[in-house]
């Protein structure tokens, strides 16, 4: 009977890497770095971002994903947000609940609705979390086991009552170095037993608890800035990843992965890359 109820979901996530097969994208019709809220948008601020080459790039995403059997969602753009690309902190799926954030930085702040009407529409349950400062970026979910970051975006507070929200899952907090905004910028679960890290920035105690759990890959602090932890992916060992990031990629390949290489580099100038973008609504295990 719990086998059939999990085939006939409309919203279940289990891990960062059984198969995909929903996920919710927006366009970055309006996106631009209007207030500085990352280190990386601190880089490029004077640059700016090409919405054209943007929104080009972004649709090669999507498209392929959706060659990959990946049904795409695209919620509505709105000129009032222009962080709504990075459609993964808005919200996350835990088994077969949305959690829907409460965003901690004020540009961002309404953006959730726009979720929760397509949940609405969607008949798929959700859980508010109000007053809670926890974003999706900062929560990695490996079957039983969340590990949350602890960081701008996302405080204990909120992690110990996500606790109490979960008491079948072990919720462990990982702190790490603030300027990194969220934990899938410097840790993300590739497997059951396979990790992408950039070492030096997670306290030490959490290091070493991720690395008895995980086979951890190494990523160098070029490849950090330009998001190389920040993969997608989308189930039986095939990854999404920038082409820039050449030496994740090789690591990725040399055990096995089949890295697809889209190049979405005017997009990670607003300080994120594949996870940020999307929100899974439906993966399936095996």
């Not at 972004?58 to 690309?85: C, D, W």
């Not at 608890?209 to 086979?215: M, N, Q």
């Amino acid at each position: 009977m719990t086998v059939m109820l999990e085939q006939n979901a409309k919203a279940s996530c289990r891990s960062e890497y059984d198969e995909l097969h929903r996920v919710i994208l927006c366009q970055p019709q309006y996106m631009t770095i209007r207030e500085v809220i990352n280190e990386t948008q601190k880089h490029f601020k004077d640059e700016g971002i090409h919405i054209q080459l943007a929104m080009k790039q972004h649709e090669q995403f999507v498209q392929t994903l959706r060659n990959h059997g990946v049904e795409v969602i695209l919620l509505s753009a709105l000129k009032k947000y222009p962080e709504q690309v990075f459609t993964r902190d808005i919200g996350f799926t835990l088994g077969q609940t949305v959690f829907v954030a409460e965003m901690a930085s004020e540009i961002r702040q309404g953006e959730e609705g726009l979720l929760k009407k397509w949940l609405e529409e969607e008949q798929i349950p959700y859980h508010n979390l109000k007053e809670d400062r926890i974003e999706g970026g900062d929560v990695i979910i490996d079957r039983t086991t969340i590990y949350v970051g602890i960081s701008n975006r996302t405080n204990e507070k909120a992690i110990n009552h996500l606790q109490t929200l979960l008491p079948d899952y072990e919720v462990i907090p990982i702190p790490f170095t603030a300027k990194y905004l969220h934990l899938d910028c410097v840790f993300n679960i590739l497997s059951s037993d396979e990790a992408l890290i950039f070492p030096g920035v997670i306290r030490d105690k959490e290091a070493k608890l991720l690395a008895s759990r995980y086979d951890l890959i190494e990523v160098t602090e070029e490849e950090q800035f330009t998001l190389g932890t920040n993969v997608l992916s989308i189930g039986n060992k095939k990854v999404l990843s920038l082409p820039v990031n050449q030496g994740v990629n090789k690591q990725l390949k040399d055990r096995g992965y089949e890295v697809i290489e889209v190049d979405i580099t005017k997009i990670i100038k607003s300080g994120g890359s594949f996870r940020c973008c999307t929100l899974p609504i439906l993966r399936k295990g095996k």
